[in-house]
């Protein structure tokens, strides 16, 4: 069972950067693919990036792609996000999320509770 909490969102300038993490307090995180989610204002929950349990593979969403960078410490058990360049549009709430990979296929378990990171322009 992984417990996730979220941290180091915040307010921050267009083309400035941030780095939220995730921290699990539970005793099995490297046993999980990791994610990071975000919900902008008044839209749907959608995938930002993922990376596998021993951290050899990631993946994003193209509009992200060469700004953001996913990656894990296993022996501290925690998930980040460099987030880079960063425009108005990637304001919203950001979760990370816990998932099984099957194959190449993630699914997908337990959220954090989130953190606003918002851009201004």
């Known amino acids: 069972q992984v417990q996730l909490v979220e941290s180091g969102g915040g307010l921050v300038q267009a083309g400035g950067s941030l780095r939220p993490s995730c921290a699990d307090s539970?005793?099995?995180?490297?046993?999980?693919?990791m994610g990071w989610f975000r919900q902008p204002p008044e839209k749907e929950r959608e995938f930002v990036a993922a990376?596998?349990?021993?951290?050899?593979?990631?993946t994003y969403v193209d509009s992200v792609k060469g700004r953001f960078t996913i990656s894990r410490d296993n022996a501290k058990n925690s998930l980040y996000l460099q987030m880079n360049s960063l425009k108005p549009e990637d304001t919203a709430v950001y979760y990370c999320?816990?998932?099984?990979?099957?194959?190449?296929?993630?699914?997908?378990?337990?959220w954090g509770q989130g953190t606003q990171v918002t851009v201004s322009s």
């Open positions: 539970g005793r099995t995180f490297s046993d999980f693919a």
């Open positions: 990376i596998t349990s021993t951290g050899d593979s990631t």
């Open positions: 999320r816990a998932g099984r990979q099957i194959g190449l296929k993630i699914y997908w378990g337990q």
